[in-house]
C-alpha cells in the first residue's frame, strides 16, 4: 500500500480507489460523512487518467571550458573540477573590480590599515600574538605594549561599568 499525500480527501480516495488499494484512513474519512464513492462513481475519472511516464536521464553534455575567463570559473565548479589557475586569476580580478566599484560607491568601506603579511608589527598586542603564532618568545617591546593595551581596555570597561 503506497501513501499519499492526500490521505483523508476526495483526492486520496480517488487515488486509493483508482490503484485498488485499501486505506484504513481514507475508509474511516468516508465512513465520517463524507460523500459515498464506489468504483463506478469514479470510472469517468478513471478513463481519463494518463499514464505516468518514467523519466529519462539524459547524458550530461559537458561543454568544452572557456578557460581564463569568469565563466569557466564557474564551469569547473559546476562539474566538480580543480580550478585551473588562468580562470582563478580572472574570477579573483572580476572581484577585485566588484570590490573597488563598491567602495567607490561608499558601499563597501576602504580598505584596512594593516601591514601586508609577513611585515612584523612590534610594540603592541598585535605584536605579541605574531609572535606567539610564530612559536616565538615574546620580545620585550611587544610584552610592554601588550600590557599597556590591555590595561587601557580594562580602565575603560571599569570607567563604563561605574557610569
Given at each position: ?103 567607490a ?12 603579511r609577513?611585515?612584523?608589527?612590534h ?32 580602565a ?5 561599568a561605574?557610569?
Amino acid at each position: 500500500m503506497s501513501s499519499y499525500q492526500w490521505c483523508g480527501t476526495q483526492a486520496g480516495v480517488d487515488a486509493h480507489i483508482r490503484d485498488g488499494e485499501n486505506c484504513s484512513y481514507c475508509k474511516d474519512w468516508v465512513k465520517r460523512g463524507s460523500p459515498v464513492i464506489t468504483p463506478e462513481s469514479l470510472a469517468p475519472k478513471v478513463a481519463k487518467v494518463k499514464p505516468v511516464k518514467a523519466k529519462v536521464k539524459r547524458a550530461r553534455v559537458v561543454k568544452e571550458r572557456e578557460h581564463g575567463t569568469l565563466p569557466g570559473y564557474r564551469q569547473h565548479r559546476k562539474y566538480g573540477e580543480p580550478v585551473c589557475d588562468p580562470c582563478r586569476e580572472a574570477f579573483n580580478a572580476d572581484k577585485r573590480a566588484w570590490r573597488e566599484k563598491k567602495r567607490a560607491n561608499g558601499e563597501l568601506p576602504p580598505v584596512a590599515c594593516f601591514p601586508p603579511r609577513g611585515v612584523r608589527v612590534h610594540g603592541n598586542r598585535r605584536g605579541a600574538q605574531q609572535h606567539r603564532r610564530n612559536n616565538e618568545p615574546v620580545c620585550d617591546e611587544c610584552k610592554v605594549g601588550e600590557r599597556a593595551e590591555l590595561n587601557a581596555s580594562r580602565a575603560q570597561k571599569r570607567a563604563e561599568a561605574s557610569q
